[in-house]
């Protein structure tokens, strides 16, 4: 198989190569960025998980007041 500089379809210089190195790195930099913030978003188990213990102490609140006013 031909490599890719020897194509005639492709011709690249060097100083082209080069860039186009860099490129694809501040590209992957900007990915892996916004791969983390992506990590760092709240799934949905933890929202529901959130939900109901928040309901939960709601409720054992109310009950606690409800006890002491009876």
């Known amino acids: 198989m031909p490599r890719l500089a020897d194509s ?5 210089a060097l100083s082209q ?7 694809f790195a501040a ?3 900007d990915l ?7 990590a760092r978003l709240p799934t949905r ?4 998980r959130m939900l109901l ?3 939960a102490g709601l409720w054992a ?7 002491w006013l009876r």
Do not use: H, K, N
């Open 8 to 12: 005639p379809d492709y011709p690249l």
């Open 17 to 23: 190569a080069d860039e186009a190195r860099s490129d």
């Open 61 to 67: 609140l109310l009950g606690a007041v409800a006890l």
């Open 45 to 48: 188990a933890y929202l529901c």
């Open 27 to 29: 590209i992957e930099s």
């Open 53 to 55: 213990l928040s309901t």
């Open 32 to 38: 892996r960025f916004v791969m983390s913030q992506l």
